[in-house]
């Protein structure tokens, strides 16, 4: 068997308590790559200290236009913002994904991974904060012409651990039927590096040893993407984050020996999306 793995922390850079959280789970744990919400004040420096104490870990762009305030002055973003300068938020977005003017989403995704690259460290892949790129064709185009311009990997964007009715409840019925064709094509024809399976499922209820065992132990042959979300709470991000103490269930369980057996005991190989999808 030839199963590689690429177990990525979303979030990166949302506190600095996060940030820490992720460290932790890629030096103790199974974690490989992280993806950086790089708008957010302080995302930055943690960068710059992750780097520093976890030189091993990959990073990439948490591309994020729900949370928090755009990098790109609100004059040449307007469609993006509300009243206070802020992005909308998600259920806005995804209900009504026209009113965000795709040129302007350019501007900022192209300014946030800007930002990013300031770190002066390589730029591993792209995916995005709540799966913006299945709100619309127009979104997930963008995503992928950024990857083919700064040469990185992009998240597949089916997930293959969640029914499709279940994805109903969540994204357009269009876009679940794009995302599993016309959008894999397309990493395909452009060879933009992606794995072949992408797990979504080790999230909220999801989040126990049990299962992630059981995901490790199933894992098919190529490469898959376990995404996760560990870290330590604070009070910052009780205030401002409904999915808070549960990321130190995730840490503890991404560090626990049993998934370090589990990979062992199943030659399962770790990878970033550059040493295991081709780049």
């Known amino acids: 068997m030839n199963r590689k793995l690429i177990v ?26 992280t993806t950086v919400m790089i708008n957010l004040p302080g995302a930055l420096q943690d960068v710059r200290r992750g780097i520093e104490c976890a030189p091993a870990l990959a990073f990439g762009v ?25 992005f909308h938020g998600k259920n806005q977005i995804f209900n009504n994904p026209e009113m965000l003017n795709l040129t302007e989403v350019k501007v900022e995704c192209k300014a946030q991974i800007e930002r990013f690259l300031q770190t002066e460290t390589e730029l591993d892949h792209l995916d995005s904060h709540h799966h913006l790129g299945l709100a619309s064709t127009g979104i997930w185009n963008l995503l992928t012409e950024l990857a083919i311009e700064y040469d990185c990997g992009i998240r597949t964007p089916f997930p293959n651990d969640i029914l499709e009715d279940d994805l109903l409840d969540l ?11 016309q959008a894999k094509e397309q990493l395909e024809t452009f060879a933009i590096p992606h794995p072949d399976y992408f797990y979504a499922t080790f999230f909220g209820d999801g989040a126990v040893l049990d299962h992630l065992i059981k995901l490790l132990q199933e894992l098919p042959d190529g490469v898959s993407e376990i ?15 409904g999915y808070n103490r549960i990321r130190e269930q995730e840490l503890a369980i991404l560090t626990d020996q049993s998934a370090l057996t589990a990979i062992a005991s199943g030659n399962i190989e770790l990878h970033t999306y550059r040493t295991g999808c081709g780049k």
Request: aromatic share 6%; proline share 9%; glycine share 8%.
């Open 171 to 181: 994204y357009p019925a269009s876009m679940i039927n794009f995302s599993k064709t």
């Open 62 to 86: 948490h591309l994020n236009l729900t949370c928090g305030k755009p990098l790109t002055p609100p004059d040449r973003v307007p469609t993006l913002i509300d009243a206070n300068g802020c």
């Open 227 to 241: 995404m996760c979300h560990p870290g330590y709470s604070d009070e910052s991000l009780e205030q401002t984050s």
């Open 8 to 33: 990525n922390a979303d979030d990166y850079g949302r506190t600095p308590s996060v940030s820490r959280g992720i460290c932790d789970a890629h030096l103790n744990g199974i974690v490989t790559t």
